[in-house]
């Protein structure tokens, strides 16, 4: 199976919260991101979590680690359509690349 | 402001003709990566330097080669492209240290065609 695994899709209303999930397989991943790509750009990122922590919280997103699933989420509290986009979940250990999901695209509808 | 550059944006190449495309940074960034992104796809690493030490990932193929003349610039060749090597291809940097360090900054990307 793949490293990291996301669901391709997630439609969302305008001022709903959005959650993106991502499953990993590497227990001994150290870093674990969120990043965000827009159409025709690059990779932003958006958030990131260390292994130790349960949940990482920065104004409209929060993330959550269970790291015994080896389940990572995104929340994105009142989604706007300017939050359209792919989302990408990503794993490293210390020193080494990234590590892509496919990708998960947002469609916010007003 | 522009942290990564990419250039060109666009780039359209002819089957089998040689063809780089470029990378600068301005942070001073010590660690410098190439990704290649098919569509619908995860971008997947190349290759990467740590500082003038290249690294490459066992199943980049032959193909593709990188240069990094100093800190700054790097860039990334394909001797002979295929059809199937059209793809988005990613710059990122990071910085070597503790804490954040692994955190990577994306350029834009070039857009690769190959007719």
């Known amino acids: 199976g793949e490293d990291v695994e996301q669901s391709l899709f997630l439609s969302v209303r305008e001022g709903d919260s959005s959650v993106i999930n991502c499953t990993y397989t590497?227990?001994?991943?150290?870093?674990l991101y969120w990043y965000k790509q827009e159409p025709g750009a690059g990779l932003q990122l958006l958030t990131y979590?260390?292994?130790?922590?349960d949940m990482k919280q920065d104004q409209r997103l929060t993330v959550l680690l269970n790291k015994k699933d080896k389940h990572l989420s995104l929340r994105i509290a009142d989604t706007q359509t300017g939050d359209s986009a792919i989302y990408f979940c990503a794993e490293s250990k210390t020193g080494t690349a990234l590590i892509f999901g496919k990708g998960t695209t947002l469609s916010v509808s007003s | 402001d522009a942290m990564v550059i990419q250039n060109p944006r666009y780039q359209v190449t002819q089957f089998g003709k040689p063809v780089t495309l470029s990378c600068s940074q301005t942070?001073?960034?010590?660690?410098m990566y190439w990704y290649q992104q098919k569509s619908s796809q995860a971008p997947k690493l190349l290759f990467h330097y740590y500082d003038k030490d290249f690294n490459n990932e066992a199943d980049t193929p032959d193909n593709f080669q990188s240069r990094r003349p100093n800190t700054s610039f790097c860039f990334l060749d394909i001797r002979s492209p295929g059809l199937g090597d059209a793809a988005m291809y990613l710059c990122?940097?990071?910085?070597?240290?503790?804490?954040?360090?692994?955190?990577?900054?994306f350029g834009p990307g070039t857009r690769l065609t190959v007719t």
């Open positions: 942070l001073n960034h010590n660690v």
């Open positions: 979590i260390f292994s130790n922590m």
């Open positions: 590497d227990s001994s991943s150290t870093y």
């Open positions: 990122a940097t990071s910085r070597d240290g503790g804490g954040r360090s692994y955190e990577q900054y």
